[in-house]
């Protein structure tokens, strides 16, 4: 037998003192409850601030005049005219239009990208950046760097505390920040649905910043159960479950993400991985695509469920699925056959050989808050 040795963020030590729960989760020895429990630490983030540790995400900088360009040779997003101080939602494609990742890119100004990929994939998106764009730019990890998110409807007033000038920053909006005397970088965005920022600080100043964050009244630490569950309720896909090289963006349904001037009748279309498939799918049509639903009994619907029609016919398969206890009721989200993928039709899960009635549904499931300004 072999026992994976895993991996452990700056927090670790913390966490333990916290007293999490600690499971496996990307190579990392991860928190997935604390003591108040995944319900109740789902409910304070919609309430009031929960302090996330999401270092097991990869930070990359990418430097160099050429460096929007090349990027933008991976992706189907707009990366050579982000504002500085923006962020933008990505995905790395393959030559079949599937999804290799996604990933969040901020433009910080002097020729510099900085850009969080998944932990499940951060090497092998190193990887595919040296392979494919190293000779257009500087490409160094940030891998050592600590990640955390503060989330919910109180967290400007907890960060405004530390650094008054983030009051001002709107969703999606990205600069660097000084916090506790460190230099950090802030994003107003997240993956709950909610207000809030992301927060990269080197490894030596992360536990200090945590314990500043969670010595606030507002601010409770929470895991990766309640994270889950926020992200199901907002809508917002997880990868290697809800997409993977085997769904295009299209199916997906992820078209808003693919930027306008990258698109067949843009400024500057294709041009990415897989774009002759991705424009023959948005043209053409899809045979099945991702969608909500909500079990119509209290039963909750888990990945790998079959979904089938009145008579019996397999027609999809749930992606993700789950308990929202903002929602107050189960939620999932599958593909489905495009025949059957208009909100409102009714499809059956089976659930240890039970039909469990589901209907299509819109998402986000819970009404996302981000501050727009």
């Known amino acids: 037998m ?7 963020t700056p927090l670790h030590a913390l966490q333990l003192e916290l007293g999490a729960r600690m499971v496996p ?28 540790d999401v270092s097991h995400m990869g930070q ?39 999804i290799l990742d996604d990933l969040m890119v901020a433009n910080l100004g002097d020729d510099t990208l900085f850009l969080v990929v998944n932990a499940a994939c951060k090497h092998q998106d190193l990887m595919h950046l040296q392979q494919r764009i190293a000779n257009q730019c500087q490409i160094e990890s940030r891998f ?25 920053m709107t969703f999606m909006q990205f600069q660097a920040v000084r916090l506790l005397g460190v230099d950090c970088y802030v994003s107003r965005s997240g993956y709950t649905g909610e207000d809030g920022f ?65 698109r067949a009748d843009g400024a500057r279309p294709g041009g990415f991985p897989g774009a002759e498939r991705i424009f023959a799918q948005q043209r053409d049509g899809i045979a099945r695509k991702r969608v909500g639903l909500l079990p ?5 619907v888990r990945e790998g469920a079959e979904l089938v ?17 903002s929602l107050g009721a189960p939620l999932a989200m599958g593909y489905l056959q ?3 993928a208009a909100v409102d039709t009714e499809v059956w899960a089976l659930v240890r050989g039970k039909r469990v009635a589901m209907k299509v549904a819109k998402t986000p499931f819970v009404a996302q808050r981000y501050y727009r300004g």
């Open 309 to 325: 029609n009145a008579d019996g016919e397999v027609i999809g398969q749930v992606c993700s699925g789950g308990f929202g206890p």
């Open 198 to 262: 992301e927060i990269s600080v080197p490894a030596s100043h992360a536990e200090a910043l945590a314990r500043s964050l969670l010595a606030e009244p507002e601010v409770q630490p929470i895991g990766l159960g309640a994270r889950d569950s926020l992200r199901l309720e907002a809508g917002l896909c997880l990868y290697g479950h809800d997409m993977s090289t085997e769904t295009t963006p299209i199916e997906a349904s992820l078209l808003w993400a693919i930027s306008k001037a990258r």
């Open 296 to 300: 119509q009994e209290r039963t909750p």
């Open 25 to 52: 989760f990307a190579g990392y020895e991860m928190p997935v409850q604390y003591p108040l429990g995944v319900m109740k630490e789902h409910l304070h983030t919609r309430e009031a601030a929960g302090l996330f």
């Open 338 to 340: 495009s025949s059957h």
């Open 60 to 98: 990359i900088i990418l430097r160099g005049a050429d460096a929007a360009r090349a990027l933008e040779s991976l992706v189907p997003v707009d990366i050579v005219d982000l504002p500085v101080g923006m962020q933008r939602y990505a995905m790395f494609t393959d030559e079949n239009g599937g």
């Open 144 to 168: 050592e760097r600590a990640l955390l998110a503060l989330q919910g409807p109180k967290a400007v007033d907890v960060l405004t505390r530390l650094a008054p000038e983030v009051a001002k």
């Open 2 to 8: 072999t026992t994976e040795i895993l991996a452990k």
